[in-house]
């Protein structure tokens, strides 16, 4: 651990803490209002907008058109629907249990939202009352409140299924719980991978770490793939959308919700992939770094660096949207025994297998003096000595994972002689005795 | 007793998941950047009708504005939905005209029949299908209704012309 105090890092760390005092007292309250306001308004804004870009992606990937009569480009589309669900009338279920019914939408909606509290989006704004930092609440303790309110959101659906007294909701709930809870435990395994490099828990440390070091989707590959997948499931998109499986299950849990309690659901779906990619961002893809330059690392703050690196992230956090969009409207949903045996059998093992090889391998490489700071032609050798051992890793994993071994598709070509095969065992069950003597 | 499950035997270690979800990927993407653009707008740009298009009823007049009917009941008789109502009429020359000529465009099936039927060519089918009324009661079209309406009328199979020539 003694290398850990001298990494790299830790110059442009103490800069970013040391140097520059942080707002404190009243302008400080006010700013953190001012934070929760507009945070809430974008991403409240931006979900709405979301509808709408996976409306037409949507429509684009099936050679529509998509929604384009309500304003320019159909832009006034998410008004229109957000008018039409609070006009719509609400229906409340005879059998359903009222209280948690009413309850579920909330507990769904509210961690979806808070979530995004510890994100920093943007680089500090120097004022004359001191540094602010551009997340909502810099916690210490960030990541580790990310993994805590994002696994409440499990209960929202539960709920929910649980109190519509529906079996089609019940279902629904069900799956949801079986299906958070298995991919909850490699998601946090294998960020502890990150955290493992970046030595601290605060998002803000993980973020100047890759800023010095250089972005962790290299180095951490693996781990990258199996918190991917994870927030796939996590996010219930497809495909691992079974809570509400729509061609089994109606609609799963919020199959009795109508009008705004549906749209809660909603918003809290678009929400939680705005928090997941956010993440991702922040974990893997350097945050609001922006690649090839320290110009946006080091003071002075101003606030035109601000603007810069918020839309760097932004633009981050929507092209990772963008690939959720991509992939729901590609692959299809996975059957639950698949989901089962990928959460437990595959992704928890190698989330297990990748901190050991990962902190081994971090362990190793600081003995050996290997440097973490930038070297040659931009990378940092201890970036680079990561990543290959990833590649390899990865090569590795998509073998296993592939081919019927794991996952399979549905369907391969068959081969004559496999034809014949299966020929012959359809005839040997057949109840209709052969023709013929 | 477990369930009696049907296991397929699928040579599922020849086909690669990965490889296929990464062709799916990329195809979608190809659409996404260069959508086959086939839809119409549809109330703006309307797709041209056949000639032969079996739609809203039309009653052709004579010079003097006149339906052409004579109430011979050729067209309820052979009309299988049962969705034409005639009562015939006669004036004092002796000539059938129609009292009451009501066609209900719901129980209607578009079969074309009664232009077929038809001795004086004045019921038609037409080239038209936005037909939309706030009630039910307005579907059923009077006289005066089908002779005010000015679409063009289906043009019949003919025999000696199959392919309308």
């Keep these: ?437 | 007793m477990p369930i009696q499950v049907k296991v397929l035997e699928r040579p599922v270690g020849e086909a690669s998941y990965v490889r296929a979800m990464l062709s799916g990927m990329a195809l979608t993407f190809k659409h996404l950047m260069n959508p086959h653009k086939k839809t119409e707008q549809y109330p703006e740009v309307k797709w041209a009708l056949s000639p032969r298009w079996r739609g809203t009823h039309r009653m052709l007049t004579d010079e003097t504005g006149k339906a052409k009917c004579v109430a011979c009941g050729l067209c309820p008789q052979i009309c299988p939905a049962n969705c034409i109502k005639l009562v015939p009429g006669e004036d004092e020359e002796g000539n059938r005209y129609p009292l009451v000529y009501e066609i209900d465009e719901f129980r209607c099936i578009f079969c074309g029949y009664c232009q077929e039927v038809c001795p004086e060519e004045a019921i038609h089918v037409g080239r038209h299908y936005e037909n939309s009324e706030y009630s039910r009661e307005g579907f059923v079209y009077d006289l005066e209704r089908l002779t005010s309406q000015t679409h063009p009328v289906c043009e019949m199979w003919d025999p000696d012309d199959p392919k309308g020539e």
Aim: glycine share 8%.
């Design chain 1, 1 to 437: 651990m003694i290398h850990l105090a001298t990494l790299a890092q830790g110059q442009i760390y103490s800069q970013f803490y040391d140097k520059l005092v942080p707002v404190t007292g009243v302008p400080w309250l006010l700013f953190t209002i001012l934070k929760m306001l507009v945070v809430f308004t974008v991403i409240m804004v931006g979900v709405a907008m979301l509808t709408l870009a996976e409306r037409k992606i949507s429509a684009w990937i099936q050679d529509r058109i998509g929604p384009n009569r309500t304003g320019y480009g159909g832009l006034l589309q998410p008004a229109a629907d957000g008018l039409k669900n609070i006009m719509k009338e609400e229906t409340y279920p005879d059998a359903a249990n009222m209280k948690l019914f009413i309850l579920a939408p909330m507990l769904s909606f509210i961690p979806a939202l808070i979530t995004f509290a510890v994100i920093p989006f943007a680089s500090p704004l120097s004022t004359k009352w001191g540094l602010v930092e551009m997340s909502v609440a810099n916690l210490p303790i960030g990541f580790l409140y990310i993994l805590a309110i994002a696994s409440l959101g499990v209960y929202g659906v539960v709920l929910a299924g649980w109190s519509s007294n529906n079996k089609y909701s019940l279902l629904g709930g069900l799956r949801s719980s079986a299906q958070m809870v298995s991919y909850e435990i490699s998601m946090g395994m294998a960020a502890v991978a990150v955290l493992l490099l970046s030595g601290n828990v605060s998002l803000q440390a993980i973020v100047s770490q890759q800023q010095a070091m250089g972005w962790n989707i290299f180095p951490l590959l693996i781990g990258f793939f199996i918190f991917c997948v994870a927030a796939f499931a996590e996010t219930n998109r497809l495909p691992f959308d079974l809570p509400e499986a729509e061609s089994e299950l109606i609609a799963g849990y919020h199959t009795e919700y109508s009008a705004m309690k549906f749209s809660m659901f909603f918003i809290a779906e678009y929400s939680n992939m705005v928090t997941a990619s956010a993440l991702m961002v922040t974990l893997f893809f350097g945050g609001w770094d922006i690649p090839g330059t320290q110009w946006d690392n080091i003071p002075p703050w101003t606030v035109l660096k601000f603007l810069i690196t918020g839309a760097v992230f932004f633009g981050k956090l929507l092209s990772f949207i963008f690939v959720f969009m991509w992939v729901r409207w590609t692959l299809p949903r996975f059957r639950y025994d698949q989901l089962m045996s990928l959460g437990w059998k595959f992704m928890l093992p190698l989330a297990l297998c990748y901190i050991v090889i990962t902190g081994g391998a971090v362990l190793g490489l600081d003995m050996l003096g290997v440097s973490r700071s930038v070297q040659w032609f931009g990378i940092a050798p201890f970036w680079a000595a990561l990543g290959v051992l990833n590649l390899v890793l990865a090569a590795l994993v998509f073998v296993v994972l592939d081919r019927g071994r794991i996952i399979s598709p549905a369907y391969s070509r068959l081969s004559a002689r496999q034809v014949a095969h299966l020929r012959a065992i359809s005839a040997g069950r057949s109840l209709v005795a052969p023709q013929g003597d």
